[in-house]
Structure formats: C-alpha cells, structure tokens
C-alpha cells in the first residue's frame, strides 16, 4: 500500500492548510461488507441529543467510540466514553496507521442509516484532541459524500 502522505497515492485534494490523500478502494469489497456486517451487529450504537443554536434534538446519525485507554471524548457538549478496541477495529486502525504512519488512539464510528443521517460542519478543534489532529475516514459501504473546507468563512471547500 502507498504512504498516505506521499504523493504516489491515487489522489491527493488540494485544500489549504491540509494534507489530504484519497484511496478509490483500501480493501477489497468483500472485506468492507464483512466489516460492515460485523460491525453494524456487534458495536454498542448511541443516538446522543446535541443542541444546536440553542435546540436540543437526537443527532442524526449513531455513533461509537472505541479507544484502547479510558480518556473520553467531548464535543458540543456529549461526553462519550469509549467502549474497547473490537478485533475488527482493531484490524482497520492497523490498516490505517500502515499507510499513514500515525499511531491512532482512538475509533469514532458513525452509523448513516439513510440519505437523511448526517453529520454537519464541525472543526475537530477539541482540546483533547492536540494543536494538529490527525484522522483518517473510512468507508465501509454505500456511498457517502464528505465536505471539507476551511476555517475561514470565504476560504476553499472540497467534496470527496
């Protein structure tokens, strides 16, 4: 497999400030579907409620955290706590650290159950997470758009 961060990786976004590499198919397909399977029938799913603009609704979309230590995670005000590393988390995180040479400490999954689940803008500018966090998106099946742009209101936006 290629360094994520090379440039001999299939393609590589431009987006300020960013360093971005994108893979058409990490794993074979087979594979992703028994993941996918695996996971949707064995992680502790959450739907947590989020206040947005001073209203509070279900998130639209469930989630799971998964870390080998005991930190939790906090972000717009839902304190999740991780649930262990499953054999298959395990396994993609493994995957994932090989091409990008980052040790990774944590899975945060998310569950789209249909075109209405999402998933808004949002920095990932949490203390806990460091001056320059690192994360690697990976999808298992169907097909899901991810919009990046910068922080700046006026600044550059990509969709992959």
Request: aromatic share 12%.
């Amino acid at each position: 497999m290629a360094d994520l961060f090379s440039n001999n990786a299939p393609w590589a976004p431009k987006l300020p400030d960013a360093k971005m590499r994108y893979f058409e198919s990490f794993i074979p397909k087979e594979m992703a579907a028994d993941y996918y399977n695996t996971l949707l029938e064995n992680i502790p799913w959450q739907q947590d409620d989020i206040t947005v603009f001073g209203k509070t609704h279900p998130q639209p979309r469930l989630t799971s955290l998964h870390s080998s230590t005991l930190k939790s995670y906090t972000y717009s005000g839902i304190n999740m706590l991780p649930n262990p590393m499953t054999e298959e988390l395990s396994a993609i995180k493994k995957l994932l650290e090989g091409v990008s040479k980052i040790d990774f400490n944590s899975v945060l999954i998310n569950l789209y159950r249909s075109g209405k689940d999402s998933n808004g803008w949002h920095a990932d500018n949490e203390k806990e997470l460091g001056k320059q966090p690192c994360h690697c998106f990976f999808e298992l099946w169907g097909v899901k758009i991810f919009s990046f742009k910068t922080q700046n209101p006026k600044g550059s936006k990509i969709k992959i």
